[in-house]
């Protein structure tokens, strides 16, 4: 159970173009959903708090205007990249509460190649 | 204060070997602590996870070991395998607060057969 399904897992787009990644859960319903960015050999760092129906908390440093995260129903959200350019390219992860006790489950990942 | 800090940053262990992972925190308002395993390419999946209301956890061959009035835990893995090379994250959060997942920098195991 608790399975976070994300696509692409893999896109390349031209710069100043916008990409759209999904992130769905499959068997529960995801109150609150998390997205990550990650760099080459990296962890993982926050960029949003998704909570369904309102508006995302960014962190500090993420440009709302570039990373538009929408969170329209309790299986998803979205997270659309703006004028994309080289410098965002990078490995995009989406996370999901899914329980209070058990925690978090995560996506499979989106590879986002800005050419 | 949100900081884990993990260490080593890499480690290299035989087949068969015991691999040692350990991150500390500062903040203790954290309830919730996870260990993550990521392959190449793909997301984290969680391996093991321990709330601080007990010393250690085991599952299989992964045991978290929890120290709270020193403010660390660790991962141990024994008898390593070769496909348990792969990097690891320790991570914390408050349950019930900002409930956001706080991570450590990561440990890349590599298990030699």
């Known amino acids: 159970g608790a399975v976070v399904s994300q696509h692409p897992s893999r896109v390349i787009c031209k710069s100043g173009t916008s990409v759209k990644i999904e992130c769905r859960s499959l068997?529960?319903?995801?109150?609150?959903m998390f997205w990550y960015r990650q760099f080459p050999k990296k962890s993982l760092m926050l960029m949003a708090t998704?909570?369904?129906?309102?508006?995302?908390?960014?962190e500090q440093g993420v440009e709302k205007d570039k990373f538009l995260i929408n969170h329209a129903s309790l299986t998803l959200s979205t997270l659309t990249v703006t004028s994309a350019h080289p410098e965002d390219s990078s490995f995009y992860i989406c996370?999901?509460?899914?329980?209070?006790?058990?925690?978090?489950?995560f996506g499979s990942g989106t590879r986002l190649t800005v050419v | 204060q949100q900081q884990v800090k993990q260490s080593p940053q890499s480690l290299i262990v035989q087949k068969g070997g015991i691999s040692i992972i350990n991150c500390a925190y500062e903040?203790?308002?954290?309830?919730?602590f996870p260990w993550y395993q990521q392959f190449p390419g793909k997301g984290p999946a969680l391996l093991i996870a321990?709330?601080?209301?007990?010393s250690e956890k085991k599952e299989g061959r992964f045991t978290i070991s929890f120290n709270k009035s020193a403010k660390q835990f660790s991962l141990h893995i024994m008898d390593s395998q070769p496909g348990d090379s792969a990097t690891y994250f320790c991570?914390?959060?408050?349950?019930?607060?900002?409930?956001?997942?706080?991570f450590g920098k990561g440990t890349k195991l590599t298990v030699n057969p």
């Open positions: 321990i709330r601080p209301d007990v």
């Open positions: 998704s909570n369904e129906g309102s508006k995302a908390t960014y």
């Open positions: 996370s999901a509460l899914w329980d209070s006790f058990y925690g978090y489950t």
């Open positions: 903040n203790t308002a954290f309830d919730y």
């Open positions: 068997d529960f319903q995801a109150t609150t």
């Open positions: 991570a914390a959060s408050i349950q019930g607060g900002s409930e956001k997942l706080v």
